[in-house]
């Protein structure tokens, strides 16, 4: 049975990073800044282990705000996992609060829709695919 009272005191704990794993950096980095507007939030090359520390956030991001981890895939298992992360379905969930502009905007860019916008009970959303295949539901409020 859980400790409600114990758990009050806890501190508060939220998702910094979450990782996906892609197969170049820069590529990467084009998709998600380029085309769909993240902010690069750090990048930098760490000689000892031959790997770059790469952080994107998207627009209007805050501090406490869960960032993307760009892990380069750096073996045959880990880019066995490029572009199917989830096993087909859905990794992540982009909130919006200007869902059409954003459809535009990411017409405009190339991105790939799965599925295109459809008003659901929750609000707006659709499908994308990043450049590798994994797929982002793009939710907006339904005004």
């Known amino acids: 049975m859980p400790n409600f009272a114990a758990e009050a ?7 910094g990073l979450i990782t ?7 590529e990467a980095i084009a998709f998600y800044v380029g085309r769909l507007g993240f902010e690069l939030v750090e990048d930098q090359f760490m000689p000892e282990q031959n790997k770059r ?5 998207p627009s ?4 406490s705000s869960t ?14 996992r ?3 992360q989830t096993g087909g379905r859905v990794m992540g969930f982009l ?3 200007d869902f059409q502009a954003d459809v535009e905007r990411y017409k405009a860019n190339g991105v790939r829709f799965a599925r295109e916008p459809q008003l659901a009970p929750y609000g707006w959303v659709a499908v994308i695919q990043d450049l590798y295949g994994n797929l982002w539901d793009l939710i907006g409020p339904a005004t």
């Open 67 to 80: 960032k993307l981890l760009l892990a380069r895939a750096s073996n045959e298992l880990q880019s066995t």
């Open 95 to 97: 909130h919006t609060d």
């Open 53 to 57: 520390w790469v952080v994107i956030a």
């Open 82 to 84: 490029v572009g199917n």
């Open 20 to 26: 996906l794993v892609v197969q170049d950096y820069d």
């Open 9 to 15: 005191q806890r501190q508060m704990q939220n998702i």
């Open 60 to 63: 209007g991001a805050t501090a």
